[in-house]
Each structure stands twice: as C-alpha cells, then as structure tokens.
C-alpha cells in the first residue's frame, strides 16, 4: 500500500524530527512537534499517531516500551538508511545520534512541511 500524499508529508516531519540536531525520541514529545502536529491533522479523531506508525510506516519506524511505560521511538535499519540519504555527510551516524537524544528536549518550530509537496 502506497502512502497518500499527506500520509508522506507525515513520514517526513518525522524523519525531519529525527534529522533535527537535538530532540526527544519519545512519541508525545515528537507527537507535539509543531510540523508533526500540522501533518496528523488528516488522521481521523479516533486512530492515535501510533497505530498510524505502526500500521503505514513501522517497516521504518518502531515504537518500543522504555521501563517508565512510555514509547520509544526508534528508526529500523530501513529507517536509519533512509535518513541517512536524506542527511549525507552530516558526521554522527544515526545510532551514535540515537543514543544522545532519548532524555533530550527539543522545541522546534513547524517549518510548514505539510504545506507542500510531500519530499522525497
């Protein structure tokens, strides 16, 4: 099953979240992300983000349980590659990068990627 248009917008925001230099890698932390909150807005009212994860983009993106009950979000090895051809060169390789962000914060303003083309 092919992603819609704005299910893409949606896989973006996340992997611009994870691309992103500092940031939690908590589901409600990226949940409230300002271009993650603008992109679910197609999702219907009752289908939580992370049964959209896990049905349309968990080949990239798995969410596990940490020990305090909250989800984990963590790329796949498709997922890391995928990111990785979308940030080359940028130094850190996405597991080193990985480990640093899951206690971190971040506020980042949506750059309007829903407002556009979906990015390849």
Known sequence: DRL??????????????????????FLPAAGGNAAVKQCKRFLPRDMQLKAWIENRIGGELVLE???????LMVLTEAGQRELELR??????????????????????PGDGICKGKAQK
């Open 4 to 25: 819609t248009p704005e299910e893409a917008r949606l896989r973006d925001a996340f992997y611009d979240y994870f691309a992103a230099p500092t940031g939690s890698l």
């Open 65 to 71: 349980t940490d020990p305090s009950k909250q989800f």
């Open 87 to 108: 940030q080359p060169a940028k130094g850190k390789g996405v597991s080193e990068r990985g480990k640093d962000l899951v206690h971190e914060q971040r506020s980042t």
